[in-house]
């Protein structure tokens, strides 16, 4: 029934299928320009001194201590018609589809990927955060963040379980992988089908997430949490 329904309303839009470039996607081969320099998993002292360096929102006094605050610009919350899945037939059945998790044609979220992958390749530096999702051994998750600032990688250090004392990525092998590419917008949403120029997507088969147009920290945990 489920399926039937899909196909009636999203009739124009195909499933989900493999393809060589979905799969470097899924490998996510960043290509880094010389002098790129990519911060991993810092502490917290360390992020302070980031938030320094960079110049990152403002240090605001509060009745305990100095924190920082960051102005997201124009979105201060979700964009809830924003977000896209991308899904095979399969794992289409186990989705509650509606105007909040809509389908998104799997080549749209490719070319888009692609220029999220391409915006970090050409960043004189980013971060990556590793951890886990979920406390429960049994249904934690690994989970790996792209981010261009560093306090977007603060607010995944807050909201997710560390590793401890990894220094480096080593042997983690993410089970989710999302790519905030935040100042990439989608001029061509029109042609796309989509609701505006940014977007919140998800494959549900490569477990790739990217976000491009919204400074919204949100979203983040929300692609997780989903």
């Not at 302070?48 to 979105?75: A, P």
């Not at 080549?107 to 530096?125: I, N, R, S, T």
């Not at 980013?126 to 607010?155: M, N």
């Amino acid at each position: 029934m489920l399926r039937n329904l899909l196909t009636k309303v999203n009739r124009h839009i195909p499933f989900y299928q493999p393809n060589r470039f979905t799969s470097r996607l899924s490998n996510l081969s960043i290509l880094a320009k010389d002098n790129q320099t990519v911060h991993y998993n810092l502490s917290y002292p360390e992020i302070q001194q980031h938030y320094l360096k960079n110049k990152e929102g403002v240090r605001v006094k509060t009745l305990n201590d100095l924190v920082n605050s960051i102005d997201t610009g124009k979105y201060t919350g979700r964009s809830p018609k924003d977000k896209w899945l991308v899904a095979s037939p399969e794992t289409a059945e186990n989705v509650w589809w509606g105007q909040i998790n809509q389908l998104m044609d799997p080549e749209v979220f490719d070319q888009l990927a692609e220029k999220c992958l391409a915006h970090f390749q050409d960043l004189d530096q980013y971060y990556i955060y590793d951890g886990h999702c979920g406390a429960s051994l049994t249904s934690q998750k690994r989970v790996r963040f792209y981010t261009e600032y560093v306090w977007q990688h603060h607010f995944v250090k807050n909201m997710f379980i560390g590793l401890g004392d990894q220094k480096g990525p080593g042997d983690f092998m993410p089970n989710f992988t999302i790519i905030n590419a935040c100042n990439v917008t989608n001029p061509d949403w029109e042609r796309h089908g989509l609701h505006s120029e940014i977007f919140i997507a998800f494959n549900l088969d490569t477990n790739l997430g990217i976000i491009g147009g919204t400074h919204y920290g949100g979203c983040m945990k929300k692609d997780m949490f989903s």
